[in-house]
């Protein structure tokens, strides 16, 4: 994210790794091995990379022009820009730099093979629910 106007939107590595100023990133956030190691500490991005220790700050550092842009889930992005009323100032760039599947974690001695059947099957009955897709736009 960052304010509207401020770059071109961002929509490859190549063009974030050449953008000039500050970017933030919410301390212990994970974007990927391919982000680690191309745009890590080692590099020139990685120089501009501020770590900061919860999601509050980004908007103050943003709006004060402390940071350029800053690193967040794509859900809370959205929920940013309606139910914080910032639309009219921060944009959501169309990169993607990570992605991953939720995982269950269950224990083996708590939890047989059939349970683990009956949980699956009832997420794909869920997964295929008006309910579930409600809820997923909702905080899409």
Do not use: W
């Amino acid at each position: 994210m960052s304010k509207k106007g401020a770059f071109e939107p961002i929509d490859n590595c190549a063009k974030l790794a050449v953008a000039k100023g500050n970017f933030m990133r919410q301390i212990g956030s994970y974007f990927g091995e391919e982000f680690e190691q191309s745009m890590g500490k080692g590099s020139r991005f990685g120089r501009q990379l501020v770590e900061l220790p919860n999601n509050q700050i980004r908007l103050a550092l943003l709006e004060k022009g402390r940071v350029v842009g800053f690193f967040t889930d794509e859900i809370y992005a959205d929920y940013m820009r309606s139910k914080m009323q910032k639309s009219d100032e921060l944009f959501k760039h169309p990169l993607v730099i990570h992605s991953n599947q939720v995982y269950y974690a269950f224990s083996k001695k708590s939890v047989d093979d059939k349970q683990i059947k009956h949980i699956r099957k009832a997420f794909e009955v869920l997964a295929q629910s008006q309910s579930f897709q409600r809820l997923k736009t909702k905080y899409r």
